[in-house]
């Protein structure tokens, strides 16, 4: 791999070990991919240092936290002192809330683990996010920013609705770019590898947060890894279709970029974004949404509902505030947990609707979500949710039954216990 004067004299030792072993992964891993070189990143979402009670005990005699940064981050066989970040980098979701741990059925000693990893990575630069939708706490990389991010549903976004630029990368490339600001160039970094293989046409009219999710969860199903454009039978979706459509994408596929026609910065028109090689031209029509509706109640047969779970992506300000308006004067039956981020929640609580959702009897959590934090209230067997992707992972991690739904239905089965979603 082709490497710069000043990549080489980190690769020798020249920052110090922790800089050192940092390059030595990037190039390692480059070389795999067999990237030409490597590439400069401004903006970097990870998990640094994160913890739980198993990681702590395994490195309890090397060091503690720097060694789980240094021999489980990166990969090393030395532990050394960890610098602060060399460019921006935020840590995205973990498995526990700091003030809702409890009610997550989290233990003293994960909430202990996560909040001295947390210490930690916030004395070495880190921004504590704790999200899975960086983006809507702060974190929005410009247009043609080469970033490294983890997070299947924030990477797409990053990709397709910003025009920045990542792969999905894991806990060690990311902790490895913190430190040294590089990334191996392949993959999406490269202009070329970004137009899109599969045309998707979209014939039935899709508008509401739950059709995006639907036709997301086609698109990944029909299109697997490879780059869709869509038009059709829609409008410019607003930031909580966006962010449904492309997690259920990531979810029933394993898509990282796609683009809207005319929409999404990439694709001014079809033609500008479809590679040429493209010959196939896929459907989603009427009987498409409904075979998806089904994929997505697999699971559901019992209509009594025990546990409502809102916010997969992390709920929006908007979601929060339609949430508590659903919940306007009513009390909930069901458990209801609705999961954000710490800023997003800043804002609600600041609104009164942090306050609203408590008061009919709903908990507001952060940083988590029950498919990450493998957590859902004592005894559930049946869930609701309004988010295509968790319910492709949560019956499947929980062994539970799920029902798939607009956001006002499963408001509804929250306050009646009862499931009464509509097929489309
Ligand atoms: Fe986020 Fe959990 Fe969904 S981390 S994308 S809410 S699976």
Known sequence: MRLT????????????????????????????????????????????GQATPL?????EAEGGQKAIFSRFDLDS????????????????????????????GKTEAAFVASRDAEAYA???????????????????????????????SAVIYCNSVLGARTNTEGRHSTSAAMLVGRIP???????EARKASHHVRVEVPTASVFDWGMLGYFTGEVVGEAIPILDGAFAPPDITRIKHFGAAAASSGGIELYHLAGITPEAPSLDAALDKACVETLVYDAAARRRMHAALNANGSIEDVDFVMLGCPHAAIEQMREA?????????????????????RDQAE?????????????????????????????????????????????????GIEAWYGTTAECIDAAVTGRWRGVAP
């Open 122 to 152: 916030s004395a070495r630069g880190v921004e504590m996010l704790r999200t899975c939708t960086p983006y809507l706490a702060g974190n929005v990389p410009a247009f043609g920013e080469h970033c490294a991010w983890m997070e299947s």
């Open 5 to 48: 004067d000043s990549e080489r004299a980190i690769l020798d030792g020249g920052s110090g070990p922790a800089k050192q072993r940092a390059m030595a992964l990037l190039v390692d891993y480059g070389r795999i991919l067999d990237a030409e070189c490597l590439i400069e990143t401004t903006n970097v979402a990870g998990v640094p």
């Open 350 to 398: 600041r609104e009164g609707v942090v306050e609203a959702i408590h008061r009919a009897g709903g908990n507001v959590l952060t940083d988590t979500c029950s498919a990450i934090g493998n957590a859902v209230p004592p005894g559930t067997r049946v869930v609701a949710l309004d988010s295509a992707k968790q319910a492709h992972y949560l019956p499947a991690m929980m």
């Open 185 to 191: 160039y392949w993959g999406l970094h490269r202009p």
């Open 77 to 104: 066989d030395a532990v050394f002192d960890v610098p602060m970040a060399g460019v921006r980098t935020a840590c995205l979701q973990s498995g526990v809330d700091p003030l809702g741990w409890q009610t997550l």
């Open 324 to 344: 508590a308006a659903l919940l306007d004067g009513r009390r909930v039956a069901a458990k209801l947990w609705i999961f954000t981020s710490r800023a997003v």
């Open 55 to 59: 990681l702590r005990h395994y490195f």
